[in-house]
């Protein structure tokens, strides 16, 4: 009896629980990977394993619910947890690791500080302009 492709597998899961699939690549022969919402997942053919590398900014409760779902899959396959990751926003560069933590950090800051100055902004405007008249 031939066993079902690693791959394949993966594709039943994913459909199974409705993860939008954003995109599906063949790297080579044994290796393939898809992304879905906050997460890459790859697999091997020879080896027989799944990878899956989650987005930074992933609830745990998503993590944990996606790696429950893979997990499902036993047909000999193992499963992996990679370094989380983020794109950058300028260029759309892969970034993981401490690389991508240091950029995550760097821009959250920077849409705080955005969104602060956006409120104060605000706030002055509606409190030095006068009113008129309808």
Do not use: P, W
Request: with cysteine; proline share 0%.
């Amino acid at each position: 009896m031939e066993r079902k492709k690693v791959s394949d597998l993966v594709l039943n899961k994913l459909k199974k629980y409705d993860y939008k699939i954003h995109n599906e690549n063949n790297v080579n022969e044994d290796e393939k990977f898809f992304v879905i919402d906050d997460a890459i997942i790859s697999t091997n053919e020879k080896e027989r394993f799944i990878c899956v590398s989650f987005h930074l900014s992933s609830k745990i409760e998503d993590v944990a619910i996606l790696t429950l779902n893979l997990n499902e899959i036993k047909d000999s396959t193992r499963l992996y947890i990679g370094s989380s990751f983020v794109f950058n926003d300028d260029d759309g560069k892969y970034m993981d690791g401490e690389e991508a933590e240091k950029y995550y950090d760097e821009q959250y800051t920077k849409r705080i500080i955005k969104s602060f100055i956006e409120d104060q902004s605000q706030k002055q405007f509606l409190v030095s302009t006068n009113g008129y008249k309808c």
